[in-house]
């Protein structure tokens, strides 16, 4: 399995505070990328980044913000938690040694009461 | 637009039984698709992919898929399911271009596997 860990796994949180998610990698991929999952949804993508403080908005960005400071960990913050954040939150990687194959974390529970 | 449609929210099989789920796509170019499986609870799991070349492509745990174009299909089939592979499958599809390749998924398809 690729070295993809999420923190934390299972997070409840209340309207309008900040939260913030972390993705860490050992495999020294280029490409990180946040995805949220919901029922009728499948997966969206909210941010990804191609590099070290490169980074572009996805789907469904709005809410969201994302920074990458190192090659192995991209953070995801929701600067005021609501409701309709409420989600599981999958972190991947990809890279061109991988044909660009996507590998994905174990997954975020957040739940915004 | 980029979109995936997979018609079927939910499928029982019998254990042993072929499997079919479909997926559609709508894409502007010749795309990357991708089937992936998620156990509850769990991550995403790559079963198969298709960049290009024969359009029969082999997957883990005895999966395979045929990318068809002219239908802009890209099914999912096994020819004999067992109870482990009950859980929910995932297409998706992306762009045919070295970076960073933002894959637009299916909403899902889960599957259930009966004695």
């Known amino acids: 399995d690729a070295g993809i860990t999420q923190s934390p796994r299972h997070k409840v949180t209340e309207t309008g505070t900040p939260v913030t998610l972390r993705c860490h990698q050992t495999e020294n991929h280029r490409y990180m990328y946040w995805y949220r999952q919901d029922p009728g949804h499948g997966l969206r993508l909210i941010h990804y980044?191609?590099?070290?403080?490169?980074?572009d908005k996805g789907e469904v960005s709005d809410g969201y913000s994302v920074s990458r400071s190192k090659t192995e960990d991209f953070l995801l913050t929701l600067e005021s938690a609501t409701s309709s954040q409420t989600s599981v939150y999958f972190c991947?990687?990809?890279?061109?040694?991988?044909?660009?194959?996507?590998?994905f974390g174990p997954g975020t529970r957040l739940t915004v009461t | 637009a980029q979109s995936v449609t997979q018609p079927d929210i939910h499928i029982t099989v019998s254990e042993g039984a072929s499997l079919e789920l479909r997926c559609n796509y709508s894409?502007?170019?010749?795309?990357?698709l991708f089937w992936y499986v998620q156990s509850p609870g769990q991550g995403l799991q790559l079963l198969l992919k298709?960049?290009?070349?024969?359009?029969l492509v082999q997957g883990i745990k005895g999966f395979e898929a045929e990318f068809k174009r002219s239908q802009s299909s890209f099914n999912l089939r096994k020819p004999s399911v067992h109870w482990s592979d009950a859980a929910e499958y995932f297409c998706a599809v992306g762009p045919q271009q070295t970076g960073a390749n933002n894959l637009f998924f299916g909403t899902g398809t889960r599957l259930t596997v009966i004695p």
């Open positions: 894409y502007g170019a010749t795309p990357y």
């Open positions: 298709y960049f290009s070349g024969d359009t």
């Open positions: 980044s191609y590099g070290v403080k490169d980074t």
């Open positions: 991947a990687i990809s890279d061109i040694r991988d044909n660009y194959e996507q590998y």
